[in-house]
């Protein structure tokens, strides 16, 4: 398929590479996809320009929780006959907020995102990792990726930067989550849009569903309900204390409809045992570690 711009508000094909019309000078054209593997739903739509697409999602199997470090999980891969461009969203998860606006509490930064055309090698295992939200103190959500090309997750609440590097609001140690694409708005606490904004986008589904918001900045609900978009951070509530987990991250990978056809696909069915064992080997990492700075006697362990 070629690679398109606008001139006079139609498309047309551009660049003259070594493979003819449609490549760009010195970088080449989309990348034909040869294997995926790992991935939770897959789509095929077509835009508003009339383009035909493919896309692939990728989460993680491993729920946040309070108390949780933000992790980095592989989910698979995804292989290309040769080398070339393809489409992209790799967002990070949410560092964790931290409840009770009136006793120095605040919200998490959102998880960093990558919204682009990347360029990756032919004829090698390109490995999906994905970002595990953060349910405590100064750990960061985990960070996610494609091959070599990855972002970090959202720091824990105050100053709560986001993975793309935008701050948080602070009022007396208290404050919303950077976001994605932006510092959060405000910091009153009537201020409700206060938490730092997503990058909001319809490469999953295409123009027939509603666009989703990445990397949103934690926020304030005094319903309880958090709004469960990838890698938002974590909330906050009026009162009382206690972590609230930033929401996981997620990878999106698009191509061309016709650069797909001869691919073979092997969907993952995320089981129960699964999870139960990548939780227990976390609970026994974070048992070793609180062994390590003394926070556990003998006693205790008996």
Not at 78 to 98: E, K, R
Not at 104 to 132: C, F, K, N, P
């Amino acid at each position: 398929m070629s690679i398109y711009a606008k001139d006079n508000g139609t498309w047309v094909p551009v660049g003259q590479g070594d493979g003819g019309v449609g490549e760009l000078p010195g970088v080449g054209g989309w990348a034909t996809l040869s294997n995926v593997e790992g991935f939770s739903d897959t789509h095929e739509y077509v835009d508003e320009e009339g383009l035909s697409w493919k896309s692939w999602t990728w989460t993680t199997d491993v729920p946040p929780v309070v108390g949780s470090d933000g992790r980095s999980k592989e989910m698979g891969s995804i292989t290309l006959a040769d080398d070339g461009l393809v489409q992209v969203i790799i967002c990070g998860a949410g560092g964790a907020g931290f409840n009770g606006y009136n006793d120095g509490g605040g919200s998490g930064g959102g998880g960093g995102v990558i919204a682009s055309v990347i360029y990756l090698m032919g004829e090698e295992r390109q490995v999906i990792d994905v970002g595990t939200g953060s349910g405590k103190s100064d750990t960061p959500g985990g960070g996610s990726s494609v091959g070599p090309i990855g972002i970090g997750g959202g720091n824990y609440r105050v100053p709560g930067w986001s993975g793309s590097g935008f701050y948080g609001s602070s009022a007396l140690g208290t404050g919303w989550g950077g976001g994605s694409s932006g510092p959060a708005l405000g910091i009153n606490f009537s201020d409700m849009t206060g938490w730092g904004p997503g990058t909001t986008l319809n490469w999953e589904k295409g123009p027939e569903e509603d666009p989703v918001t990445y990397g949103a900045g934690g926020y304030y609900d005094a319903s309880y309900a958090a709004r469960g978009w990838p890698g938002e951070g974590g909330m906050v509530f009026i009162t009382g204390g206690g972590y609230k987990f930033g929401q996981n991250g997620t990878v999106i990978v698009r191509l061309p409809l016709e650069n797909t056809t001869e691919s073979t696909e092997l969907a993952r069915e995320i089981t129960a045992e699964e999870v139960a064992a990548f939780q227990a080997s976390q609970q026994e990492e974070e048992e070793s570690r609180n062994q390590a700075r003394g926070l556990i006697t003998e006693d205790e362990d008996q």
